[in-house]
């Protein structure tokens, strides 16, 4: 293994997907608002930063919660990556990783838009030996999901931020800068800390916390993905 470990960052959980390519600690960042067709625009965008990348050591994905298809895109990319380069997988919730880009310390509300006037919370605070959940990660309606973090002093991060920047504020939060912006580069840039938490493609899964409208047949797919 090379001495500047190699590491590629997928994360599709919300409208503005982003993919990282990081060497020796040191990111290259890509993202892109997607309506359909993320399949193709993220192989494009992966192929372009990986361009003078001869080996990954390993791959860190977003597993969920978040928007169904766009989720099996990026981790069905991610395990093709994986087996294709013989490395592991980190698997990482796609609230956690974006409460941790807001650093510093205090609570932190990430929020996805779960649609259908929901929302995908998870609360955050930083400890001094890291952030540490709040309890567990929800599908709420907004009014409720804001208050995960409890009243005011709190930092608001993820799309549903932006979408509910009045609720949020109305429980004394603060929405920050540029909410929706994807956490790719920080998952590359601090995946390798957590490496001995990586599995192999076959192991990882798709976090939901509801259940798809339309329910296919379980089958195995050729990454090693459960559908």
């Known amino acids: ?19 990282a390519v990081s060497v020796g600690g040191s990111a290259r960042a890509w993202s892109t608002r997607v309506v359909r067709g993320a399949d193709a625009v993220l192989a494009e965008a992966l192929s372009g930063m990986m361009k003078d990348v001869s080996s990954v050591d390993l791959v860190v994905v977003s597993v969920g919660p978040g928007a169904f298809t ?8 991610a395990l093709g990556l994986a087996l294709a380069q013989d490395c592991p997988v ?24 779960a649609r259908k006037s929901r929302a995908y919370g998870g609360a955050f605070e930083w400890t001094e030996t ?29 799309e549903g931020a932006l979408v509910w920047a009045d609720l949020v ?5 603060q929405v920050v800068d ?20 990586a599995v192999s493609p076959g192991e990882i899964r798709l ?8 329910k296919k047949p379980i089958r195995q797919n050729p990454g090693g993905l459960q559908e």
């Open 1 to 19: 293994m090379s001495s500047h470990p190699a590491v590629v960052a997928i994360d599709t959980a919300g409208p503005l997907i982003g993919a």
């Open 70 to 77: 766009s989720l099996r895109v990026g981790v069905a990319t």
């Open 90 to 113: 980190l698997g990482v919730s796609s609230l956690e990783a974006r409460a941790q880009m807001v650093g510093g310390e205090g609570r932190v509300l990430a929020l996805l838009d």
């Open 130 to 158: 890291g952030m540490m959940p709040m309890g567990n990660e929800q599908d709420l309606a907004p009014e409720q999901a804001v208050l995960l973090a409890g009243r005011g002093g709190f930092k608001a991060v993820g």
């Open 169 to 173: 504020a109305g429980a004394g939060g």
């Open 178 to 197: 540029e909410p929706e912006r994807s956490p790719a580069a920080w998952m590359a840039e601090n995946a390798w800390e957590r490496r001995s938490q």
């Open 207 to 214: 976090r939901y916390l509801r259940e798809p409208d339309a």
